[in-house]
């Protein structure tokens, strides 16, 4: 977003400031002196000096500023932060922050999960955060996670989430007019199934196969808006909304596409995206350019069926996908605009070992000539036999002893573990 200047207003004359929002923990060995209660909190960093940041100059960064409001049992996760970035707004520079607040050390049969929603007027120096959903989350009802947080041209704010409403699960949206003070909502915009299957090693879903890589947040929504930025010309406003749906059930997940012109209040879809086939989407982002012209897509793949054992080979792909746009707001047709590397899950990795591990996101931000795309990568991440049979006697034995990477791990096996995130800078491919 726009950097602030000494008296605190927000101009891109003034320069851009970069935030960067992260899970935070304490350090174990001084927790006599924590920070913070609780497991984990919410902190933001912010920096003027982009070149000084990319070099890896940590004084590039300002201090964190823990922003999470914890108590003793408080997990806070699940964030996304947004800067307001279009000058037409008048909230320009407002920074929103979203997450997820897991209460009660996730136990009970109603264990509390709040969305909540920080705002900063200062350039993320000081922050105030609201409840914007109910606390309930139980087998019935719960409440948004996975959220994404945007704003359009004229400074509404939108977080999305996926929640459950009387056993259903949705993809949902809340809305303020008033740069973040009132949210009305929650919208139910389209119902979704999780996909995957719970696996019988962690005790959650996965996608890829026994003691694969979790999929909690899969189905969540990821959003962009068309809000014209940097001064709001020529903003449609318009916003695409992609998840990956499992109501067709295992190997057969499906890549949905949304989008309204009306600030959500109705929506055109959700339609399926046609992938190459084999590809089952598992994450995905999309981005739309300011003006409203194109809409691409970055999406994490799996290659193969899931896989019953540990020893078949498995597959993981990242893709960009790319649509124009119609006058009317329509999406005229998405194709295939970079594929990379395919590579083995079962080479990524928790710190325990147990299963595989990609994190929970993909992203993707467009400009009016082009989009730049992050994804989960395993091409350079090699299989480890001996990893391969812990986890599957993981399934039977829980105390089955874990291996030793460092001797077990070796020679083709010795990359294990070297899981990366990858980017790609992409044209538009009809200017």
Same mark, same amino acid.
């Given at each position: 977003?726009? *950097? ?149 041209? *004229? ?6 989430? @996926? ?25 139910? @915009? ?89 590809? *089952? ?5 999309? #981005? ?36 124009? @746009? ?66 599957? #006697? ?6 089955? #002893? ?12 010795? *990359? ?16």
């Amino acid at each position: 977003g726009p *950097r602030p200047d000494a008296a605190g207003h927000f101009s891109w004359a003034n320069g851009s400031r970069l935030y960067y929002a992260n899970l935070t923990s304490n350090f174990p060995s001084v927790k006599q002196v924590a920070a913070f209660k609780g497991f984990e909190a919410i902190a933001v960093s912010h920096t003027d000096d982009l070149a000084g940041a990319t070099a890896g100059h940590n004084n590039a960064w300002s201090a964190p500023v823990l922003v999470s409001k914890q108590s003793s049992t408080t997990f806070s996760d699940k964030e996304q932060i947004w800067s307001d970035n279009a000058s037409s707004s008048p909230f320009f520079g407002t920074t929103y922050l979203c997450w997820a607040s897991f209460r009660s050390n996730s136990r009970g049969n109603a264990l509390p999960t709040p969305l909540i929603v920080s705002v900063s007027h200062d350039g993320g120096v000081t922050w105030t955060s609201r409840q914007v959903s109910p606390a309930a989350n139980n087998g019935i009802n719960s409440q948004p996670d996975g959220c994404t947080v945007r704003t359009d041209s *004229r400074g509404n704010v939108y977080v999305f989430g @996926i929640a459950t409403r009387n056993g259903t699960s949705f993809e949902t949206m809340y809305r303020s007019t008033d740069a973040g003070v009132h949210f009305t909502g929650p919208t139910l @915009i389209a119902s979704v199934v999780r996909p995957g299957k719970i696996d019988p090693v962690q005790g959650r879903p996965v996608m890829d196969g026994v003691a694969g890589a979790r999929v909690d947040l899969a189905a969540a929504p990821s959003v962009d808006i068309a809000n014209g930025a940097p001064t709001g010309a020529g903003a449609t406003n318009q916003i695409v909304m992609t998840y990956v749906d499992g109501v067709a059930g295992l190997d057969h997940e499906q890549l949905k596409v949304a989008w309204s012109r009306n600030g959500g209040t109705t929506w055109t879809g959700p339609s399926s995206v046609t992938l190459r086939p084999g590809d *089952r989407p598992v994450y995905t982002a999309p #981005a739309i350019s300011p003006n409203g012209t194109d809409a691409y897509v970055v999406v994490n793949a799996f290659t193969t069926p899931y896989r019953n054992n540990t020893t078949e080979q498995r597959g993981l792909v990242g893709e960009v996908l790319h649509s124009d @746009i119609a006058a009317g707001g329509a999406l005229t047709g998405f194709a295939e605009l970079s594929r990379g590397a395919v590579g083995d899950p079962r080479g990524s990795s928790t710190n325990s070992l147990m299963s595989g591990f990609l994190g929970d996101y993909v992203y993707a931000a467009a400009s009016r000539t082009g989009v730049v795309a992050v994804w989960n990568d395993v091409r350079d991440a090699d299989d480890c036999p001996a990893v391969d049979a812990f986890r599957a #006697a993981r399934e039977t034995d829980p105390a089955a #002893a874990r291996p030793s990477v460092a001797t077990q791990c070796t020679g083709p096996s010795a *990359r294990f573990g070297n899981s990366d995130i990858r980017s790609a800078a992409l044209a538009d491919p009809t200017p």
